[in-house]
């Protein structure tokens, strides 16, 4: 299942500022890197959990319907379906009224009324469906503990940029940052 992310979120779970204090650093020289540790530090913890931390859309494609009519995005936690499309033997996008859909955000899953539904005319990527991911829009909704995960990795990077820039064997994800992340990350099957 291919997942093309469409929109990110529109903040981080931590602001520059915080995350300077947290690090002690005074000045505003660094806040570019800052920033940007901070944004690779999330999107790192996402990959390893395989959850999105804040409100994002994207677009997962599948070649087939399930046969049980349960989809099961790889990535969570599931918030809504907001789009699905057929892909025909031409190659273009016939949409699908969402409406028809149960989502189940508990059990981050989709139920298709397979047996209603149009079958795609190409075999590979022919369904395309469009869901909102994250824990919530805001900083607060995430949990601490992947906060604190997201600000940990982020400090670690900082504190020690010269010492992977050289190659030495500085860890690029701690132990204490692997161990907050163990409970949260999903399974691949």
């Known amino acids: 299942m291919p997942a093309l992310l469409l929109t990110g979120p529109t903040v981080e779970p931590w602001t520059v500022p915080e995350l300077k204090a947290f690090l002690r650093v005074e000045h505003d020289a660094d806040d570019a890197v ?30 087939a319907w399930p046969r049980d009519g349960r989809i099961r995005p790889r990535i969570g936690p599931l918030r809504a379906l907001t789009a699905a499309r057929v892909i025909d033997a031409q190659g273009a996008a016939q949409a699908i009224d969402v409406d028809g859909f149960v989502v189940d955000v508990a059990d981050g899953v989709i139920a298709a009324p397979v047996w209603s539904l149009p079958q795609p005319g190409q075999s590979v990527a022919g369904i395309a469906l469009d869901v909102e991911l994250g824990f919530g ?21 900082y ?13 690029m994800l701690p132990g204490s940052v692997a161990a907050m992340l163990a409970s949260f990350r999903v399974p691949a099957l």
Not at 137 to 157: K, S
Not at 159 to 171: T, W
Request: cysteine-free; proline content about 3%.
């Open 137 to 157: 829009a805001t900083p607060g909704d995430v949990p601490e503990l992947l906060r604190h995960a997201v600000r940990t990795l982020a400090a670690h990077w």
């Open 34 to 63: 800052i920033a940007s540790l901070l944004a690779a530090a999330r999107s790192q913890v996402e990959a390893l959990t395989r959850r999105a931390l804040l409100l994002q859309s994207w677009r997962l494609s599948y070649d």
């Open 159 to 171: 504190d020690n940029r010269g010492l992977a820039a050289i190659g030495s064997s500085v860890a």
